[in-house]
């Protein structure tokens, strides 16, 4: 099982960015799928989830309305889209994967529910 996250960079303050999570050894439809952040000095944090098999999607208060996950199951990809960012957002994001028997919508928050993770892609927001 691999998670391969990129797309990470720098941008100024209200730009965009998408990061990309490439799968293989796992389907990313039939997993539940999550992005998680990790500032200096911070404890990991919960950023969205998309649950296994269909859309349903949690996110984070701090990133609602302004970031979107998504999957291209034919592609084996999972998608962070990530608008009028803030330096706030600075943090390695990381991908991860909850594998089947997967877990609740309610618990996606939790990183414990995930047992396989990417390497993590930086993220640096510029005031």
């Known amino acids: 099982v691999q998670l391969q996250a990129s797309g990470g960079g720098l941008v100024q303050a209200g730009g965009s960015l998408r990061l990309t999570c490439a799968a293989s050894?796992?389907?990313?439809?039939?997993?539940?799928m999550g992005w998680f952040r990790q500032a200096p000095g911070k404890e990991r944090e919960f950023v969205a989830a998309?649950?296994?098999?269909?859309?349903?999607?949690n996110y984070a208060d701090s990133v609602k309305g302004r970031f979107t996950i998504s999957r291209d199951s034919a592609k084996n990809t999972v998608y962070l889209q990530m608008n009028s960012l803030k330096p706030g957002d600075t943090a390695v994001y990381y991908c991860?994967?909850?594998?089947?028997?997967?877990?609740?919508?309610?618990?996606?928050?939790?990183?414990?529910?995930?047992?396989?993770w990417g390497q993590g892609t930086l993220v640096t927001v510029s005031s």
């Open positions: 991860a994967a909850d594998s089947p028997p997967v877990a609740p919508y309610s618990v996606l928050p939790n990183a414990r529910v995930y047992d396989s």
């Open positions: 050894g796992l389907s990313v439809r039939t997993h539940n």
């Open positions: 998309l649950r296994s098999g269909g859309c349903s999607t």
